[in-house]
T-cell receptor
Framework: NAGVTQTPKFRVLKTGQSMTLLCAQD?????MYWYRQDPGMGLRLIHY???????AKGEVPDGYNVSRLKKQNFLLGLESAAPSQTSVYFC??????????FGDGTRLSIL | GQQLNQSPQSMFIQEGEDVSMNCTSS?????WLWYKQDPGEGPVLLIA?????ELTSNGRLTAQFGITRKDSFLNISASIPSDVGIYFC???????????????FGQGTILTVHP
């Protein structure tokens, strides 16, 4: 009963490097989301997807790209990492207007 | 945009005490959710509320969907050390015409329980 699985759990990058965060869900949810959580800022939506092959921008999309080639997977990419992207990243999934289920997060540090 | 005002921001209580926290908004919400986040983990759903006036319990936790649909409350009875964590309210609103159903989060209540 995995739910939402995020990989990796931790990562340290140098400024300018690129990387991809992977999210996988086994609940057959249509909707998937990427959030970042920073101290004092709460959860902020980066990008979301309402179905396979679709993506859309959230509140703070700059510097990130996403892809949803398969219904169960949602990838978040950083093309050129910046120190301001140091954060904890959470993936979530749900059906429309239903509770979102979260993964355990990826802790990302950009030096 | 829509905002959820969650209070208090933090609470320091003794084991065995009851806890109350709430979320308010100037907008109407159709669904209220309460999550708990333990250190180093993702938010976990505690209670979901779908109708105005609804009162739902989950063990020692009780939450209510306000009659005005603009607020929600979470109560924890007889707190224990493992209740420590951050509690978030969240809500779905149809306002703004978003097709995907934007989930709005409160800023969280940090709960500390002293043994």
């Amino acid at each position: 009963n995995a739910g939402v699985t995020q990989t990796p759990k931790f990562r340290v990058l140098k400024t300018g490097q690129s990387m991809t965060l992977l999210c996988a869900q086994d609940m057959n949810h249509e909707y998937m989301y990427w959030y970042r959580q920073d101290p004092g800022m709460g959860l902020r939506l980066i990008h979301y997807s309402v179905g396979e092959g679709t993506t859309a921008k959230g509140e703070v999309p700059d510097g990130y790209n996403v892809s949803r080639l398969k219904k169960q997977n949602f990838l978040l990419g950083l093309e050129s990492a910046a120190p301001s992207q140091t954060s904890v990243y959470f993936c979530a999934s749900s059906d429309r207007y239903q509770p979102q289920h979260f993964g355990d997060g990826t802790r990302l540090s950009i030096l | 945009g829509q905002q959820l005002n969650q209070s208090p921001q933090s609470m320091f209580i003794q084991e065995g005490e009851d806890v109350s926290m709430n979320c308010t908004s100037s907008s109407i919400f159709n669904t209220w959710l309460w999550y708990k986040q333990d250190p180093g983990e993702g938010p976990v759903l505690l209670i979901a509320l779908y109708k105005a006036g609804e009162l739902t319990s989950n063990g020692r936790l009780t939450a209510q969907f306000g009659i005005t649909r603009k607020d929600s409350f979470l109560n924890i009875s007889a707190s224990i050390p493992s209740d420590v964590g951050i509690y978030f309210c969240a809500g779905y609103s149809n306002a703004g015409g978003t097709s995907y159903g934007k989930l709005t989060f409160g800023q969280g209540t940090i709960l500390t329980v002293h043994p």
